[in-house]
């Protein structure tokens, strides 16, 4: 039996992280994962600033040589957003910006290598016990913490904290935590891998395209090196229910028929199987820490409602849950009072762009308004300055909560 002070269940973005921080505050923990790295994760593979801020913060030189490894991924400069009537709007992540000049502030890497080098990373981490090829099957509440083990009872570990970063279907999550699924505030898609989608968007920006047979979900593609791209849809899962919307079966639709996209496919192939998965969406406050227990990334249901980022946010919460387990250490606490700190945390961070993401999620579910917010996207060169300051200027981000804001807006668009 492995004793430690903390556990970690999980190691994607959300546990790696949360190992990698504590390592560096010189706390030891285990880190469990039922996977053998290199292992894939579907997802659309798209990097945010946010979590290549949290890399930089902890260690430079691995955010240079992730830079650096063009065959592993593509730096991303923006976004293209395409309303339901076709008009397209290039919104880029700084404006200006100088390719040659600065870092990119996004990337885009396939979650088998980004996952992984957070894995080479982890075990180049003394402090750190990595145990993979682990399923975690049971939780057992014990006087000193907790008792979790494999479904044959070989392999144990008592804990005195839990952190629980096993993802979109965490049992612990579910059966522990008592947090449901709530077909409002989560999200399916589907994904593949292509090669030769022409044309590429000639700034390697990532696009989401709105169309209305799917609205308010979206059609991505996100540019990969070496011709490649990975392709998905998502959309609502309660829109997927009440439509009966077999996204599989609208995701080729799209890729065959669609009268613009489909002209980018012709000569373009498939390289991967198509692929779904779940989405938690944090448009729904919800309780993420208990007696003993934080939970992490898509465990916690932290994935943005309106873009469907989840890597940044999960990582995110790893590094307030290994600063909020060192407190507890610290104090000898592990009580649920105690740890609301972390959800406090997690919301001062996180809260207000779930809240504005929810918003425009909701207003997206028009596809006029879509249309009439691209149009004046597309005239109002201010406009697109003034969104393009909003990804880093998070003063300005929080203003959009805020309905006087709109109305000022509108009635400078309508002047
Ligand atoms: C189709 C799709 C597209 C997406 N696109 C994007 C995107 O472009 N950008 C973005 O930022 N986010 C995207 N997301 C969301 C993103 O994938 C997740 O938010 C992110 O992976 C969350 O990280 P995590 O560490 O919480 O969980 P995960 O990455 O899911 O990691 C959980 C880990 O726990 C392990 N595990 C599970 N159960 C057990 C167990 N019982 N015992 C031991 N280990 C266990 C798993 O093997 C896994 O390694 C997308 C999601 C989907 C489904």
Known sequence: MLQTDIAIVGAGPGGAGAALKLHSLGIPCVLIDQAVFPRDKICGDAISGKAATLLNRLDPEFMDRFRESTDRQTGVWGIQFSAPNGTMVDIPFKFP??????????????????????IEKVLRSDSISFQQGIRIDRYERIPEGWLISDETGNFQVRARLLLVADGANSQFSRKHAGLEKDLRHHAGAVRAYFKNVHPPHPEQFIELHFIKEVNPGYFW????????????????????????????????????????????????????????????LGSRLRPISGDGYMLLGDAGHL???????????????????????QKCLEKGDFSAGFLKDY???????????????????????YPWLTNLLARWITRHRWLIELISRMYTDMELRKQLVNPMFWVKLVIKLLR
């Open 97 to 118: 910006y100088d390719k040659e000049q600065e870092p990119a502030p996004g990337f885009v890497s396939r979650r088998m290598d980004f996952d992984h080098l957070l």
């Open 221 to 280: 593609i996100f540019p990969l090196p070496n011709g490649y791209a990975n392709v998905g849809l998502g959309l609502r899962s309660d829109y997927i229910k009440k439509r009966k919307v077999n996204l599989r079966e609208a995701f080729l639709q799209i890729v065959k028929e669609h009268p613009i996209l489909a002209q980018r496919f012709a000569g373009a192939t498939m390289e991967s199987r198509l692929e779904g998965y779940g989405l938690p």
């Open 303 to 325: 994935i943005d409602p309106l873009t469907g980022e989840g890597i940044g946010n999960a990582m995110y919460s790893g590094f307030i849950a290994a600063e909020q387990a």
């Open 343 to 365: 959800d406090k945390r997690v919301a001062r961070v996180l809260g207000s762009e779930m809240k504005l993401s929810y918003q425009l999620q909701r207003m997206l579910r």
